[in-house]
């Protein structure tokens, strides 16, 4: 191909030109060039904006962000982040799930999602999303320790007690992984277990301790029956927070159980003065005062309670000042009802056979603990009794 030729065709494959453009083309300003979107800057914007709890404001810029790039991780990461801050956790799912499904395995979603899942309760999906994330990462001992607590919620005792431990085994002193095993022993009722790594987070934390790890080893006493040990505790909790529920609720029952009525009844009102409706308080306060003998104001209680709700407790401790004060036929309509809605309460059915035997009619008392065994249940004490009426 000639000189002429190959200029012809070079000329003849550039765009036509018209006189607009070509005016723009030369025009000063036109030189500016369009200013290209800077989606790093954004994301880096919308991220400080979170940081700052500027969770409106990291939002615009997420929106922006994928009206660029409809599928930029970074802002449906941050449009999930922005929900969860606000508590939409079912709208944070949505933007994760659309994350992984463009970038399957993106951490920050993964962990996003888990944790939406966990705070909706659905603890088993929050536990097959971490351990997607454990595929990348297997030694994050915060997901680990989220882990654990999930598995412990769904009372799955055995895989809870492994991840703690395999937390315990990097990080021997993690205080997640060691409040963690003193709640999932004390869940399934291994007290001292609980106790031992309750003592060991007292140790750790000796001069700051958090006034929920004093109340926790209370408790251990409490369930342990070692009171004098637990009211120590509890008292160190009341002296951090006067009106502490935990400490107040952990006080009162350990007195009750030392069988110091009027003592227990301090920390019950004290609890009162705070929650007066408190149907659960109300009714212990009602025992209290009965086993006093103080039954004014323990029916005062007890009808207090059933002004809040309908409580079998509060029923059956009405039924008893009634049994105490000789008013047998009383107690028993009051305890007859009780048996009608929960036919399986042993001990419904040893105060109606008490009443019955104490009116002088034995033979009801027998045919009531016999309505029990009727329904293939057995009982020691019903079981004694039955003895001790038939001799």
Not at 8 to 37: C, H, N, Q, T
Not at 279 to 287: E, F, M, S, W
Request: hydrophobic share 35%.
């Amino acid at each position: 191909m000639n000189n002429e030729t190959t200029a012809g065709v070079m000329f003849a494959e550039l765009p036509v030109v018209s006189a607009a453009m070509e005016r723009k083309m030369y025009d000063p300003e036109s030189l500016i060039m369009e200013e290209e979107p800077d989606i790093s800057d954004w994301s880096k914007r919308g991220y400080q904006l979170l940081r700052e709890n500027r969770v409106d404001e990291a939002q615009g810029y997420f929106i922006k962000i994928l009206q660029v790039d409809g599928y930029n991780n970074y802002a449906l990461v941050g449009l999930g982040d922005a929900s969860r801050k606000r508590g939409a956790c079912r709208d944070a799912v949505n933007y994760y799930c659309r994350c992984l499904e463009h970038h399957p395995g993106n951490n920050y979603a993964l962990f996003g999602l888990a944790d939406c899942y966990k705070s909706l309760s659905q603890f088993h999906k929050a536990i097959e999303i971490w351990e997607q994330y454990l595929l990348h990462d297997d030694r994050n001992i915060t997901v680990l320790t989220r882990v654990a607590d999930a598995y412990r919620k769904v009372r799955d005792y055995k895989h809870s007690r492994e991840v703690y431990l395999r937390v315990l085994d990097m990080e021997d002193s993690n205080p997640y992984a060691i409040i963690g095993l003193g709640h999932l022993h004390y869940d399934f009722k291994e007290y001292e277990e609980a106790l031992a790594y309750w003592q060991r987070m007292l140790e750790l934390s000796r001069e700051n301790v958090d006034i929920r790890v004093l109340t926790s080893i209370g408790n251990c006493y409490r369930k342990l029956k070692t009171f004098e040990n637990g009211v120590e505790f509890f008292e160190q909790a009341l002296r951090r927070d006067s009106n502490n529920f935990y400490a107040l609720f952990g006080l009162a029952d350990c007195y009750r159980g030392m069988n110091q009525q009027h003592r227990s009844l301090e920390y019950w009102n004290r609890i009162l003065d705070q929650d007066p409706r408190n149907k659960v308080i109300l009714t212990r306060a009602g025992d209290a005062y009965r086993s006093i003998k103080d039954y004014q104001n323990a029916m005062e209680y007890y009808r207090r309670a059933l002004n809040v709700e309908f409580d079998t407790y509060a029923v059956l401790g009405l039924a008893m000042v009634a049994k105490a004060q000789t008013k047998y036929g009383e107690a028993i309509e009051s305890l007859k009802r009780l048996v009608q809605q929960d036919p399986r309460n042993y001990r419904l059915y040893v105060e109606l056979s008490d009443c019955w035997y104490r009116k002088g009619e034995r033979k009801e008392a027998l045919e009531t603990l016999g309505e029990f065994q009727k329904q293939g249940l057995r009982n020691a004490k019903i079981s004694e009794l039955l003895d001790r009426y038939r001799n």
